[in-house]
């Protein structure tokens, strides 16, 4: 895993103390280590790591699903 | 009608029904008939000022989110100001959108089945709702030209039974109205700041003291019929860590790195993490969540453990 992505498994960890390891394939979501409520702050870091603001009206919630997808979509330059 | 009884377990999915009623059809008509008497019209109330000037106080300095840091030193008046407007529009926006959600939550129940007996007052609520959307966002686009995006998106979660739902989505308008009031409260008695500024607060204040009477009780009402159907422990404990998170992020959403950056703060994630983590500001929000906090104590939402 490369290091672009370090700050977003670090934040999910101190979010998740009981998690061990997140594959990159994991489903963020549906294993709630992201609900509703801290997607907030989530969405405020991920902004801070791209350098950009995103369009919330706009996004397209399996982006933000695993760990890979998130690198796919929005680490990558 | 069948006689009410205390005791009764509600039968209805929303279960504001079943029991002893009359105390709530009291506090309802009372609360109906005082919005009746305060009503006023939104769009003739308010002198709107062509600008209001950027160089005097929008926010009163005790509300601002770096207050009791080391930062209220560290600012020129003039940054602080400009700090004091773009929060002052953050919170307005703040509003614009957590009306949205609660008009959603309130208009989807009104005349359903287990809301009989509130739809009267919900159509004062509703009504009263738009208003307040209405000057909240006309303050924004008239003297800052926007709105703050909401930052909130639903993920897909698995849903909770329908009584369960219910007591979360009053809660959480409560829990709104309450944390609102705070800042209505401070901002219409603080005469450094321009009078149109005193004017939104001080009436928005004067309908949501009717909102929070009613939150509480329903809020109350709900939680009790949950509890006379036999909530399980699991279920809640998930309610408690619910609203306990809810409260923490509804405090961090007066931390905007967007607003930091309007007011001319750099690397305003950075800062938003060092003020949330700062000793000051935990005892702020305690300040500004203490009648909440002590409300869901008092009804046994939240126990010794928060
Ligand atoms: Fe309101
Ligand atoms: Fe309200």
């Known amino acids: 895993m490369d290091d672009a992505i370090k700050p977003v498994v670090d934040w999910l960890r101190e979010r998740n103390p009981t998690v061990e390891e997140i594959p990159e394939d994991l489903d963020l979501i549906e294993n709630r280590l992201i609900d509703s409520l801290a997607f907030m702050e989530f969405i405020l870091l991920l902004e801070d790591v791209i350098g950009r603001e995103l369009h919330l009206d706009q996004i397209d919630v399996d982006q933000f699903r695993t760990l890979r997808s998130l690198t796919d979509h929005f680490l990558k330059r | ?306």
């Open chain 2, 1 to 306: 009608m069948p006689m009410p009884s205390v005791n009764t377990p509600s039968t209805g999915p929303a279960g504001t029904t079943a029991g002893d009623d009359t105390e709530f059809r009291t506090l309802l008509d009372r609360l109906s008939d005082k919005a009746t008497a305060d009503y006023y019209n939104p769009f003739t109330t308010f002198d709107w000022p062509p600008t209001i000037p950027a160089d005097g106080l929008w926010m009163s300095p005790e509300l601002l989110s770096v207050h009791g840091t080391g930062l209220m030193d560290e600012l020129s008046p003039a940054q602080l100001q400009a700090l004091g407007r773009w929060e002052s529009v953050n919170f307005y926006s703040l509003n614009v959108h957590g009306i949205r959600e609660l008009l959603i939550e309130v208009t989807r129940r009104i005349h359903t089945t287990g809301f009989e007996l509130p739809s009267e007052f919900f159509h004062h609520f509703i009504g009263e709702e738009n208003d307040h959307m209405w000057f909240f966002a006309t303050f924004c686009l008239k003297y800052a030209d926007k709105i703050y995006p909401d930052r909130t998106v639903k993920l897909p979660e698995a849903p909770r039974a329908q009584d369960v739902e219910n007591f979360l989505v009053f809660a959480r308008i409560l829990i709104f109205e309450q944390i609102v009031d705070h800042y209505n409260v401070h901002l219409a008695a603080d005469q450094r700041l321009h009078p149109t500024v005193r004017h939104i607060n001080r009436l928005h204040h004067q309908d949501e003291s009717r909102h929070i009477a009613f939150g509480c009780r329903l809020v109350q009402l709900l939680w009790e019929r949950l509890l006379d159907r036999g909530l399980n422990e699991a279920d809640r404990l998930d309610l408690r860590d619910y609203l306990g998170r809810y409260l923490t992020t509804s405090m961090e959403s007066f931390y905007s790195p967007a607003v930091y950056r309007d007011a001319g703060l750099t690397d305003g994630f950075a800062l938003r993490r060092r003020l949330l983590a700062h000793p000051a500001r935990q005892a702020a929000h305690a300040k500004v969540l203490h009648k909440t906090t002590d409300f869901l104590h008092r009804i046994g939402v939240f126990d010794a453990r928060h």
